[in-house]
């Protein structure tokens, strides 16, 4: 199973995502989403499980919760915004946050630990982001995937890059 892994986005889809999440099965969202719209756009493309972000406090956290667990193909997936909000039980194998914006792929104590970083506008980070999960019958693996610079765009104006020009960068977690 395919799934796409991305946070915040804070209002603004990039259209380097849509291509890069191009064969998902699913969409996992870490918070900080923006606007319903973000939503509707990646739910087109698979469906979505979200959780808020704390800058989703102003849009009435948009009805999402702030942490969820997910379980998919007998791996759970615990999915949070901000890791102080985190509360992954004994069973967990992967732990999905955001609000860093910085992408992190990380194993440790056996929990595979994955920041999509961001994939929107605004923040501080200068690459878009996202990260791909791939779960099967061998394990578990996380690849990182670098759309290009962020976009800073002037209200109604916009630029973009190729995504097939993006970078990969492979974890793997296997049963073995």
């Given at each position: 199973m395919l799934i796409g892994?991305?946070?915040d986005t804070h209002g603004y889809l990039d259209p380097r995502v849509p291509p890069a999440l191009k064969g998902v099965e699913l969409i996992l969202h870490a918070g900080d989403i923006g606007s319903e719209a973000v939503l509707a756009t990646l739910?087109?493309?698979a469906p979505v499980t979200a959780v808020?972000?704390?800058?989703?406090?102003?849009?009435?956290?948009l009805g999402l919760p702030?942490?969820?667990?997910?379980?998919?193909?007998?791996?759970?997936?615990?999915?949070?915004h901000r890791l102080i909000d985190a509360a992954p039980g004994s069973d967990t194998r992967i732990i999905v946050y955001g609000h860093s914006h910085k992408a992190l792929v990380?194993?440790?104590?056996?929990?595979?630990?994955?920041?999509p970083g961001a994939?929107?506008?605004v923040g501080?980070?200068?690459?878009?982001?996202?990260?791909?999960?791939?779960l099967d019958?061998?394990?578990?693996?996380?690849?990182?995937?670098?759309?290009?610079?962020?976009?800073?765009?002037?209200?109604?104006?916009?630029?973009?890059?190729?995504?097939?020009?993006?970078?990969?960068?492979?974890?793997?977690?296997?049963?073995?």
């Open positions: 892994l991305i946070a739910a087109r493309i808020a972000g704390n800058n989703d406090a102003k849009l009435a956290q702030l942490r969820v667990d997910v379980d998919l193909e007998g791996v759970r997936i615990h999915l949070v990380a194993k440790r104590e056996g929990v595979l630990w994955v920041n994939a929107g506008r501080f980070h200068h690459e878009v982001t996202l990260a791909l999960l791939r019958d061998e394990g578990c693996e996380a690849e990182l995937v670098l759309l290009g610079p962020r976009v800073v765009a002037a209200r109604g104006s916009a630029a973009f890059g190729d995504a097939s020009q993006g970078s990969h960068f492979i974890v793997s977690m296997n049963d073995n």
